[in-house]
């Protein structure tokens, strides 16, 4: 009766197209009136409590530094080396799009932003080369999911301040699959392009390559500075971010000299937006967070999946299944926020890893990323593109099919995460 009511209180605000935090907060009433525990100071101070986190921080200083490689020029210059690299192969672009991607992942975390700046860089260049259109974003919108997969990734802090699993261990354990999600991305779109008859541009001298690497190179240093630190113990995930933020406005205002400070209070005020949703989703999820264990509702899930809790493999699965299924009808932070917390005590007593299962569920959700019928990047590409999203969508089948077949291998296979991510951290 508990799982019914927080439950139903949540999908039926939901339902009347109340906003998510507010569904939570609302879902929380009705718990604690279920509880007989209701009391508003208390409901007040966990709000308050759930934003007031240290590690949470590092969310609009990543944020703020995403917006300012954006309007700064390092983002452009990463697709320019790209495009040095290998936009002379049958396909190029195509490649091109995903290199990119992993370079201005490892620079931002955020898939809708990745995803609308390579579809206003690439598309219209893809456009030109011939590539149909549709496949042409389907191939963006699905690099823009490797955003929330390497660090620095949005999604990773978000999920271990939830669970208060180590942010820095699932940075590491995130790198080894956000780059096999680019191999298999190249891999189908080398399998869709290679019957295409376009004319392919030359090569670049090594001129050119080497004067694409030179300008790149002040932004190639940002990921570098940032593993390298949390590694070495130098600096905490949050202070990696403030890092992040103050080395790309640097970059940008006096190497690159493309960012205005006329510029920096648009970017200030976008990052401010973006990042007070995301905090009140925190505050509101935390309450949810906290009432979940007050009322035991893990040990009653433990309950339900007592037949498979067992088979480790098989538990997995059915866990996968269900976030797929929410994934896809919700976006990616209150996903994250709702489930993570009451997901991650049955997964621990069945004896898998917290950190592999992290990685596991931000994988997940990142799919849900461009899967009907929500798929918020689905939507950016489709807005910046001016596309249908229909359009956007039959493109990104192919590779849809691809991400569940990875998510598939790193569920049967765990060492394809856990043997990296040992190495790493």
């Known amino acids: 009766m508990t799982i019914l009511i927080f439950v139903g209180t949540l999908l039926g605000s939901m339902a009347l197209r109340i906003p998510i935090a507010f569904a939570l907060l609302a879902s929380s009433v009705g718990l604690m009136y279920h509880l007989d525990y ?19 921080l590092a969310v609009p200083f990543f944020l703020l530094a995403g917006e300012i490689m954006n309007a700064g020029g390092l983002s452009h210059r990463m697709v320019n080396l790209a495009l040095a690299l290998i936009g002379h192969i049958r396909g190029g672009l195509g490649y091109v799009t995903i290199l990119a991607g992993c370079f201005i992942a490892a620079l931002s975390g955020s898939a809708v932003a990745d995803a609308a700046a390579l ?50 261990k699932l940075f590491m354990a995130g790198i080894a699959p956000g780059l ?4 298999a991305l190249w891999a189908t779109w080398w399998w869709l392009a290679r019957r295409e008859q376009l004319e392919t541009p030359p090569r670049k001298s090594r001129q050119d390559v080497w004067r694409a690497f030179r300008e790149s190179s002040w932004a190639l240093m940002l990921p570098v500075i940032i593993l390298v ?20 406005l640097f970059v940008a205002t006096v190497i690159y000299r493309e ?6 209070y648009g970017i200030l005020l976008v990052s401010a937006r973006t990042t007070a949703v995301i905090m009140l989703l925190v505050a ?42 929410i994934s896809t009808c919700m976006d990616s932070a209150p996903t994250i926020l709702i489930l993570a917390p009451v997901l991650l005590p049955v997964v621990k007593s069945a004896g898998i890893d917290p950190v592999y299962f992290g990685i596991l569920f931000v994988v997940n959700v990142s799919i849900g990323l461009i899967t009907p019928p929500v798929g918020t990047v689905l939507s950016t590409v489709a807005s910046v593109s001016k596309m249908k999203i229909d ?3 039959r493109g990104a089948l192919p590779f849809i099919f691809t991400l569940f077949a990875i998510l598939l291998l790193f569920v049967l296979f765990p060492p394809l995460i856990t043997i990296p991510a040992g190495w790493l951290y």
């Open 180 to 183: 096999m999600i680019g191999v």
């Open 38 to 56: 209701f009391d508003a100071q208390i409901l007040a101070q966990n709000v308050i409590n759930g934003a007031n986190s240290f590690p949470l």
């Open 229 to 248: 630190g949390l590694r070495m113990g130098v600096f905490t995930p949050t202070e990696a971010a403030v890092v992040a933020a103050a080395y790309a």
């Open 259 to 264: 960012l205005r400070w006329s510029q920096l």
């Open 391 to 393: 359009l956007v969508t």
């Open 284 to 325: 509101s999820a935390m309450v949810a967070a906290w009432l979940v264990t007050v009322a035991d509702l893990p040990s009653r899930i433990i309950g339900l999946l007592g037949p498979v809790m067992d088979n480790p493999t098989l538990l997995l699965l059915t866990i996968m299944l269900l976030i797929l299924v």
């Open 119 to 168: 579809t206003a860089m690439l598309l219209p260049m893809m456009r030109r080369a011939g590539h149909d259109p549709s496949r042409a974003a389907g191939l963006i919108a699905s690099t823009g999911i490797i955003a929330p997969i390497l660090p620095p990734s949005i999604a990773l802090i978000l999920f271990g301040v939830a669970t208060n699993v180590s942010i820095s």
